[in-house]
Structure formats: C-alpha cells, structure tokens
C-alpha cells in the first residue's frame, strides 16, 4: 500500500515498479497531465541516481543510496497524490501490470 493506494499482488511501493509501470506510461499516453505534476522531471532525477548507483568503478554504499533514494520515493508520493487527486484512484489502477 502506498498512502491509500491499494497496490496488487506483484506490484511493489518500490521506485522502479511506480516509476516504470506508472509514471512511464502516464507520461507516453497522456503527457499533458506527466507535465502537469512534473513526472518527466522527476524520471530524470530516477535514471540520473540508477545510473550513479549501478556504476562498476564505485558502488554506493547503502547509506548514500538511502539518503539519495528517499526524498525520490517521497516525491513519487508527491506526484501520486496529485494524480489521483486529479483523476481519481482509478485511473492509476489501470496502469498496473
């Protein structure tokens, strides 16, 4: 559950699983509204610390992911209850897989 968002079985209140199977398809189908609560933006700040985080010359350390990662899924929350306070829980649900 993320807030009171009912998430199905699978599915995960993990970065990866809201950015991809949420937030990527918000913005391909329906990009006004991605703009509208910042997603594009947020989706850099995502790629931008898997790619520093998944590095080969220096892994980070647990500690510096944590403190890099936690105001992303705050935000993720951010945005999710814009969303769904725009067009409602269900629309999200559709974008589960």
Sequence with gaps: MLGS?????GMHASLHDIDY?????????YPR????VGIPEFRVKVARLAAYAG??????E????EAQITPLHKEAVAI???IISKRGEAFISRFYH
């Design 5 to 9: 968002l009912k998430l199905p079985k």
């Design 80 to 82: 999710l209850g814009e």
């Design 21 to 29: 199977d949420v937030f990527a398809a918000i913005k391909n189908h």
């Design 62 to 65: 647990p500690s510096e992911l």
């Design 55 to 60: 590095r080969g010359d220096r892994p980070m």
């Design 33 to 36: 509204l991605a703009r509208s």
